[in-house]
């Protein structure tokens, strides 16, 4: 029975790293799942591969040999591919997500990235649909939503918050219900929802005024932050409550909500520089949820 490739590419990212942990790292998978990948390429092969230690693993004499052979294997693999490809790895890498996330925290930061791939062209696609990913509508897309498939990379948890214009805290501050009462409350056109399940969760009265939508996230948090109310989506909101442009009243009241995700197309994940990426957004989302936790932990001193 011949090992499937999937088997092979773990076998070769833990040989490469000499760790389970480090290989479900770059494999965007768990450890666990690593090991049952191993485990069932060692059950295959009728032999140990390596040698399990207290936190560290070895290969055996078998293990490095047939490693060597692997590691040649999927690098041909890879520029036979690429030479196939030409053409398409000489266009940009596109790269989707909503327009907020796409103009605020993508577009800033990636210079950052492209300073360790200068021959790297990236084309950012603002985009408010779901692109279809399989269907090449784009190769990276990070996602925002409910559920998380099999296919989706964990980026970071989003929760909400309430925010406000900056010269309305106090008085939203006092009484949050009474403002949300009095003040304009802006939404998104297609999650309107939000406030309904925000006035669940503050154990409010179920009974608000007509919210004022937009299509536009970034619109309706300029709107509120010069008379009214929004739902702050953290962590990529957090910015514009550190310049103070917008108010967090309530910064210990942040409600789970959903999920930053992303898909990569199957025909580039492989690619060194889709790996990097994806290792770099991972990187990039886990620093905007630690920057949210350090900065409204200090908003409630």
């Not at 479900?24 to 450890?31: F, M």
């Not at 970071?156 to 009462?181: G, I, K, N």
């Amino acid at each position: 029975m011949q090992p499937s490739l999937n088997l092979l590419r773990t076998f070769d990212a833990v040989g490469r790293h000499l760790s389970f942990r480090a290989g479900a790292e770059e494999l965007h998978i768990t450890a666990s799942a690593v090991s049952h990948q191993i485990r069932d390429l060692e059950a295959q092969l009728g032999m140990p591969l390596f040698v399990r230690r207290h936190r560290q693993i070895a290969f055996t004499p078998e293990g490095a040999a047939y490693h060597a052979a692997v590691s040649r294997a999927l690098t041909d693999i890879r520029r036979a591919t690429q030479v196939l490809q030409g053409a398409e790895d000489s266009a940009p890498l596109r790269v989707s997500a909503m327009p907020y996330v796409a103009t605020d925290v993508l577009a800033p930061a990636i210079g950052r990235f492209l300073a360790q791939w200068p021959s790297l062209r990236i084309d950012i696609q603002a985009e408010t649909r779901s692109m279809d990913v399989a269907g090449g509508d784009t190769d990276v897309a990070i996602r925002f939503g409910y559920v998380m498939h099999d296919q989706t990379i964990p980026l970071a948890p989003a929760e909400v918050t309430l925010l406000c214009a900056p010269s309305l805290a106090e008085t939203v501050r006092a009484d949050p219900y009474a403002a949300a009462q009095r003040y304009s409350l802006y939404s998104m056109t297609d999650y309107r929802e939000l406030w309904t399940r925000w006035f669940e969760y503050q154990q409010w009265p179920d009974t608000f005024r007509e919210t004022i939508s937009l299509n536009s996230y970034r619109g309706l948090l300029m709107a509120a932050a010069h008379d009214g109310l929004a739902l702050g989506l953290l962590p990529v909101v957090t910015p514009l409550v550190q310049a103070g442009v917008l108010a967090a009243p309530l910064p210990l009241q942040r409600m789970p909500l959903a999920h930053f995700s992303l898909e990569v197309r199957e025909a580039v994940r492989w690619r060194p520089e889709v790996v990097a990426l994806v290792s770099w957004l991972r990187a990039l989302f886990s620093e905007c949820a630690r920057t949210t936790d350090e900065y409204f932990s200090s908003l409630a001193v």
